[in-house]
């Protein structure tokens, strides 16, 4: 999914759409800009968006490396994902102040760059961050560090927790 894409627009539609209803609440699940390779969208949207933030190209590694242009490229990520997670909630806040908005969160124990999310401050788009935690036999205990992580980015205490 593209972030800069009109998928906002589109989402928002359907979002309003189910606003008529009396429901509590959006959880909006894997915000994916790239898990795999090649880990972003070199889209138009976003190779103009990115030209005129950085005042360059858009790099186009064929791998993740270890320069100023990848760093861009991991900035630009995180941002897109901020932009649209608070447009989201935004939207949704300016139709109905009471539902709330949250995301689904990667960006906890065991940390990758993978997910391309910066860990407390996208903490911080929604109006809690969901911990989710697979089971045993793949999770050896309940709590591996996630949902003390999340309380500790999330000082409110604004957490959800899952297993
Ligand atoms: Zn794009």
């Avoid at 990115?50 to 791998?63: D, L």
């Amino acid at each position: 999914m593209c972030y800069n894409s009109g998928y906002l627009d589109y989402n928002n539609k359907a979002v309003a759409e189910l606003l008529e209803y009396e429901i509590a609440g959006f959880h909006v699940d894997m915000l994916d800009y790239g898990f795999g390779p090649p880990y972003g969208c070199w889209c138009g949207n976003c190779e103009s968006l990115f030209s005129k933030q950085y005042n360059m190209e858009m790099p186009r590694p064929e791998k993740p490396s270890w320069d100023e242009g990848w760093e861009k490229i991991l900035e630009f990520r995180a941002n897109s994902n901020t932009r649209f997670s608070q447009s989201l909630h935004s939207f949704v806040r300016s139709r109905r102040p009471k539902v709330s908005v949250d995301f689904n969160y990667h960006g906890y124990p065991p940390f990758s760059w993978i997910e391309g999310e910066l860990p407390v401050k996208h903490a911080m788009n929604g109006d809690f961050v969901t911990c989710e935690g697979l089971p045993p036999p793949r999770r050896r205990v309940r709590d591996d560090g996630n949902v003390s992580f999340c309380l500790s980015c999330c000082g409110n205490g604004r957490v959800q927790a899952d297993t």
